[in-house]
């Protein structure tokens, strides 16, 4: 398999691929050769291309289904890297020095030497960059020598996945091989923040708190959308997170015929009511470690309508309201 792949989809079932020195050579392998490769990451699995390949990446959006205008988190396997395709100033090396690798992607000025094709940024003047806190993913971008752009490995609109079998029932006929390293350990994407000049922004919540970014840079960070001229992160579309059942937040109980996704202790529910919980001991970073794949479980019930239980705002809270938001948005 070295010829170049065409613009159509791969029509064979994606390989698995253990996460141990032959998964990561052939991982490499296929990247290099222009395939799709979902890898794992601390935060969610990532649909992986060659991001200095056009091609490759306009597989990604065929695969995912993906309005073209989004742009690409694009992968390194260190702050080394990244310096050579994006122009760091000192709030963004301070963040890349205190995060990575980790669930911080930075957005900045692409540099005079970038390398990450035209399509995988949306044709903006910007790149997002990211080192992920995985190490066979890392070994991965060290063989391949390239940036490697990678969306959440997930259908466009569905849930993000956590898991090789998440990313095989959403893509697995769209998609040449799956990297496995098990679940993933976080569970929520990283936390987007531009560094563009001025004051950084952030653009989308995750796994990085805004408190513990903002005890780096030594000042608050500015929200998306405050600033006005901002190119708001397109994860940010209001469905972009959306289930195929509704939701119906703060929830005290479920209503007949809702399923429950409960946080903290659950109140008496009815025998026939499909039920999850995010985290019986109401922890913020166990619920979001079980976010997306309780929302799939619970999406899978038949269930029209989740009714989800009050989670606090505060820590990992914002990430997983900020998701559960959009999921209840109406579309
Ligand atoms: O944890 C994560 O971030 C996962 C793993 C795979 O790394 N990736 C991920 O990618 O969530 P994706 O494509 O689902 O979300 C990327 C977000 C999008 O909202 C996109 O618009 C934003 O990053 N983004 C990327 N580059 C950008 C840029 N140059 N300017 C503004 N937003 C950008
Ligand atoms: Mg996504």
């Not at 035209?118 to 993913?137: I, W």
């Amino acid at each position: 398999m070295n010829e170049q792949p065409s613009t159509a989809s791969h029509a064979g079932r994606a390989a698995l691929l253990a996460a141990d020195g032959h998964g990561v050579a052939e991982a490499a392998r296929l990247l290099a050769a222009g395939w799709l490769v979902a890898l794992p990451t601390e935060t969610v699995y990532g649909l992986g291309a060659d991001a200095t390949n056009p091609v490759a990446v306009a597989r990604i959006y065929a695969a995912k289904g993906r309005p073209a205008f989004n742009p690409l988190i694009s992968h390194v396997p260190d702050t080394g890297r990244a310096r050579q395709q994006g122009l760091f100033n000192a709030p963004a090396l301070a963040l890349a020095r205190a995060f990575w690798p980790g669930p911080l992607t930075l957005v900045v000025p692409i540099a005079p030497d970038c390398t990450v094709c035209d399509l995988a940024r949306a044709g903006l003047a910007t790149v997002g960059l990211r080192v992920p806190d995985q190490a066979a993913t890392r070994a991965v971008l060290e063989q391949l020598g390239r940036p490697v752009a990678a969306p959440s490995a997930n259908r466009s609109g569905h849930v993000s996945p956590t898991s090789a079998g998440h990313v095989l029932s959403d893509l697995g006929h769209g998609i040449d091989a799956v990297l496995d390293a098990g679940p993933c350990s976080i569970g929520v994407e990283s936390t987007i923040i531009a560094c563009l000049g001025g004051s950084p922004r952030l653009l989308r919540p995750g796994g990085i708190t805004r408190a513990a970014a903002e005890a780096v840079i030594g000042r608050l960070l500015v929200d998306a959308g405050e600033t006005g001229a901002s190119p708001i992160a397109p994860g940010q579309l209001a469905s972009h997170y959306a289930p195929h059942a509704t939701l119906r937040l703060d929830a005290v109980a479920p209503m007949d015929g809702e399923a429950w996704l409960g946080f903290g202790p659950d109140p008496e529910l009815p025998e026939a009511c499909p039920r999850a919980n995010l985290s019986v001991r109401g922890d913020l970073i166990e619920a979001a470690a079980n976010l997306f794949a309780l929302l799939r479980l619970l999406d899978a019930s038949g269930a029209r309508r989740i009714a989800v239980a009050r989670i606090p705002q505060h820590g990992l809270g914002e990430a997983i309201l900020d998701r559960l938001g959009r999921a209840a948005a109406p579309r």
